[in-house]
């Protein structure tokens, strides 16, 4: 694999991490594919799953919060996989709790997730692609990256970071070549956890209310083909039914 290039998602959960990087093994790319341990044989089972397909994927447990390991990560794709030419950042950790019962442990952990393991992971993309002149860095935001609501103080605190990161990166990258993308989904995305805890979900589906997983990976691919003339920083995706 040595020639192949790779990309990197953070994030690789059942849904749209999962898409996404199905989405780039689909245009030749490695998928690495990143969670932490304990959810280790899911993600197993899903890089087999692109495997199946005759495409390219691998399983890669790490803690996106921990600094060693995702410099050994980075590492490890360069040296054993290929050149990383695509970098997508795909954490959630949304939970709700009212601001006097929020504790400095769980915002805290939020941030971590949220945003500080975005910058590990963008600053070890920057590392690898600045030298060779070309990559792209995606970030996946979330209608708290623009705006914070009742109960939200650490998801919007985290995401408007991650959003403040991303335009940072892509003010000092895009000179070098590096595109760098911030997306924010508005919207519920028709996902394992949605599914179980919504209700009406075939009925939103069937009027195209909720968001595909697939669609919105195939916008990710779209981000990444687009000629630097006319490269995309923040792109936002929601159903055509969703009030903003």
């Known amino acids: 694999m040595a020639d192949t290039g790779a990309c990197l998602v953070i994030g690789a959960g059942?849904?749209?991490?999962?898409?996404v990087g199905r989405a780039?093994?689909?245009?030749g790319l490695v998928a690495c594919l990143v969670r932490r341990e304990r959810h280790a044989d899911q993600l197993e089972m899903l890089a087999q799953s692109i495997r199946d397909e005759g495409l390219e994927a691998l399983a890669m447990p790490a803690d996106g919060r921990d600094e060693e390991a995702v410099i050994a990560l980075v590492d490890h794709i360069e040296r054993e996989v290929g050149p990383l030419e695509v970098a997508v950042f795909n954490v959630g950790a949304n939970v709700s709790f009212p601001i006097t019962e929020m504790t400095a442990q769980v915002y805290k952990k939020v941030w971590e997730m949220a945003c500080f393991a975005g910058f590990l992971m963008g600053r070890e993309a920057a590392r690898r692609m600045v030298p060779r002149g070309r990559g792209t860095i995606i970030f996946t935001g979330a209608t708290a990256s623009t705006r914070g609501r009742p109960g939200m103080a650490a998801f919007?605190?985290?995401?408007?970071?991650?959003?403040?990161?991303s335009?940072?990166?892509?003010?000092?990258?895009?000179?070098k070549n590096i595109h760098v993308a911030h997306t924010i989904i508005d919207?519920?995305?028709?996902?394992?956890?949605?599914?179980?805890?919504?209700?009406?979900?075939?009925?939103?589906r069937a009027q195209d209310a909720i968001l595909n997983p697939d669609h919105i990976a195939a916008n990710y691919v779209m981000l990444h083909r687009q000629p630097r003339d006319a490269w995309t920083h923040e792109l936002d995706l929601r159903p055509w039914k969703e009030n903003w």
């Open 24 to 27: 780039f093994a689909r245009e």
């Open 14 to 19: 059942d849904d749209t991490g999962a898409a």
């Open 187 to 204: 919207g519920a995305i028709d996902s394992n956890f949605i599914r179980q805890n919504v209700p009406g979900v075939d009925d939103l």
């Open 156 to 165: 919007a605190g985290a995401k408007h970071g991650l959003r403040a990161l």
């Open 167 to 175: 335009q940072s990166m892509a003010r000092e990258l895009g000179p």
